[in-house]
């Protein structure tokens, strides 16, 4: 099939190498030619596994370009709208203000007949705004929303867990044969596949997403009260995790979650149950999002804790700049944001990361970025492990232990056998771990819908 993805970020680079690998003809369009460039050279512009072999396949095989231009694909048969939608600068809602761009600039090339469907992540309703921007095309109009984690988009997007289409009225059985064709190597291999509505739809990747973020926060208020108790988080989530009706997925604590879309989501479904008057969502979800701060900062606590009561002046070492691992996205990064906490009072903080220094270096001066690990742990007097990259759980912590100054470990994500690094010599301590906790502890708890500190991020 010929199609078009409009917008070609994170979710529309990785729907278009995707959909080209599976034998489309695809044209990608985005307004950036820089990332054009990238993409027509088989480059991505954000690392993400498994995506540059797909781009240069699909640039080998003459099935995958990118333009800048809507000229030239009047002829496809489906469009795909995979363009941004970030929380407002304004307040919680979703910014729309760019797919509403992009279908204005896609109208004139629509034939009758062409199905275009939306991907991006709205508020209940967008659908119906779209449709009034394109009706008189005589295309038809369907949204397939997207479950995408950063680190495994490719994956995800080839074995995805289940495909949604959202469909109305007469036109709707149309959009669905066509979604099938789109997608029939995905449905041959055994996909599930679900037909609802489109406000239904709308709603399905926010309401997943701030479901995960309660889960997590959730875990976060259990670890807070294990460092009271003396209890162990990681003990009660296991036990938690064995139970079927909860699951063990999302139940790890941590420093918080962060990345562009869990925070994103859960704050547009909060402003949208504001709109429409249902104050059970938006207290949850109000709460939710006021207990991941409450994690990095009380992170920060615990550090200071650490140092003696004291961050003016203390040589602290980050692990992890990106907001999870095997990704280089910084958006809203709990370890980012835990170390300008920490330099705002004063502390010399250096940030290391396999993937992310490029990207973070420019957005905060007031850090120093090192690449090398051995190098940024040089002369520490405590390290945070706030990004569980596999580089930095393997750590060797003998070796670690012989450049530092203070062999001193906060692992904000329960990431690393404590047993091992203590044998190494480290002091080390834990989120929610009772006695490993003690420094998290005795950080000051913040009693505002409280949490101890979040989870790792595994996700979306």
Same mark, same amino acid.
């Not at 496809?76 to 979703?94: M, N, R």
């Not at 090192?370 to 945070?384: F, H, I, K, M, Y």
């Not at 001193?408 to 010599?425: F, H, K």
């Given at each position: 099939m010929k199609i078009s993805v409009i917008g070609c970020g994170y979710l529309g680079a990785v729907h278009a190498a995707t959909l080209a690998s599976m034998g489309h003809q695809v044209t990608g369009i985005?307004?950036?030619?820089?990332? =054009?460039?990238?993409?027509?050279?088989?480059?991505? +512009?954000?690392?993400? %596994?498994?995506?540059?072999?797909?781009?240069?396949? $699909?640039?080998?095989? $003459?099935?995958?370009?990118f333009t800048s231009s809507y000229e030239g694909i009047?002829?496809?048969?489906?469009?795909?709208?995979?363009? #941004?939608? +970030?929380?407002?600068?304004? #307040?919680?809602?979703?910014d729309l203000s760019h797919l509403v761009a992009a279908a204005g600039s896609l109208a004139p090339q629509l034939r009758a007949g062409a199905v275009v469907v939306g991907k991006s992540t709205v508020p209940v309703g967008t659908v119906d705004l779209l449709g009034r921007m394109l009706a008189g095309t005589g295309a038809l109009l369907g949204w397939n929303p997207e479950f995408l984690r950063q680190g495994t988009a490719v994956a995800d997007s080839l074995h995805p867990d289940r495909l949604v289409y959202g469909v109305d009225g007469t036109d709707g059985g149309r959009v669905a044969e066509v979604l099938d064709a789109v997608y029939a190597p995905l449905l041959a291999a055994g996909t599930p596949r679900l037909v609802v509505g489109t406000r239904t739809a709308e709603l399905i990747k926010s309401a997943a997403n701030a479901f995960l973020s309660l889960k997590l926060s959730y875990v976060n208020a259990l670890s807070e009260f294990c460092d009271a108790s003396g209890a162990d988080v990681q003990d009660l989530s296991l036990a938690l995790g064995m139970d079927a009706r909860i699951g063990g997925t999302f139940l790890r604590a941590g420093v918080g979650f962060g990345g562009g879309c869990l925070p994103k989501d859960l704050r547009s479904l909060k402003a949208q149950a504001q709109e429409l008057g249902v104050d059970a969502v938006e207290q949850l979800m109000g709460w939710v999002d006021g207990a991941n701060g409450s994690a990095r900062r009380r992170t920060v606590d615990a550090a200071r804790t650490l140092c003696g009561g004291r961050l003016g002046g203390r040589r602290i070492t980050v692990l992890g700049a990106a907001f999870k691992p095997n990704t280089d996205d910084i958006r809203d990064s709990p370890a980012l944001d835990i170390a300008v906490q920490l330099a705002a009072q004063g502390a010399n903080v250096v940030v290391t990361d396999p993937r992310a220094i490029n990207n973070a270096w420019l957005q905060y001066p007031q850090l120093r970025f090192?690449?090398?690990?051995?190098?940024?742990?040089?002369?520490?007097?405590?390290?945070?492990l706030l990004t569980e990259w596999a580089d930095y759980v393997?750590?060797?912590?003998?070796? %670690? %232990?012989?450049?530092?100054?203070?062999?001193?470990?906060?692992? #904000?994500?329960? %990431?690393?056998?404590?047993?091992?690094?203590?044998?190494?010599?480290?002091?080390?301590?834990? =989120? $929610?771990?009772?006695?490993?906790g003690a420094a998290a502890a005795g950080a000051g708890a913040h009693t505002t819908s409280g949490t101890a500190a979040a989870v790792r991020s595994a996700a979306v």
């Open positions: 985005d307004l950036d030619p820089r990332k =054009i460039d990238h993409l027509n050279r088989g480059f991505s +512009p954000f690392f993400e %596994a498994g995506l540059e072999e797909l781009l240069h396949a $699909g640039r080998r095989n $003459g099935t995958l370009r009047d002829d496809a048969e489906v469009h795909f709208l995979c363009v #941004g939608t +970030p929380q407002s600068k304004t #307040g919680q809602g979703a090192e690449p090398n690990t051995r190098s940024a742990l040089d002369g520490a007097e405590l390290v945070l393997a750590l060797d912590p003998v070796e %670690a %232990a012989a450049v530092v100054a203070r062999p001193v470990m906060l692992d #904000g994500r329960n %990431a690393l056998d404590a047993a091992l690094w203590r044998t190494a010599g480290w002091e080390y301590h834990g =989120i $929610g771990r009772g006695a490993d």
